[in-house]
């Protein structure tokens, strides 16, 4: 495992599009339109990783073998509205509830920032 953070050269973290003709649809991090660092493209089949010698925005390299490539597995987290019992929680962060993302956190070398600046509800 890895942990990229950003070198400060620009401010192109994340880029989102669906739906348009005339520009790239698809989830692009780091880099530019077609270089970015990772590239997802909209039908999730296929993506580049286009860093070279590597990527601007998080001083990455190329995060796959081949510049472009076929997906054959992704797995993805936290995706779409929460359900109706996430809702029912109330303001709560998925890191109170979840020891396995406080663990992911950790290992990637972050911390909690809002430790400490809250009080977590007494519903557990």
């Not at 790239?24 to 070279?52: C, E, I, T």
């Amino acid at each position: 495992m890895a942990v990229y953070t950003h070198t400060g050269y620009n401010d192109h973290y994340m880029y989102l599009n669906h739906g348009q003709q005339t520009i790239p649809n698809g989830l692009g991090m780091g880099g530019q339109h077609n270089y970015f660092g990772l590239w997802v493209d909209v039908d999730f089949g296929k993506g580049h990783s286009r860093a070279k010698p590597t990527c601007t925005t998080y001083n990455s390299p190329q995060l796959s073998a081949q510049e472009n490539f076929q997906f054959d597995k992704m797995e993805v987290w936290a995706v779409g509205d929460p359900s109706e019992e996430q809702l029912a929680k109330g303001n709560k962060s998925i890191l109170d509830a979840d020891p396995e993302a406080q663990a992911l956190l950790e290992i990637s070398g972050h911390s909690r920032h809002s430790e400490g600046l809250r009080e977590v509800p007494d519903d557990e």
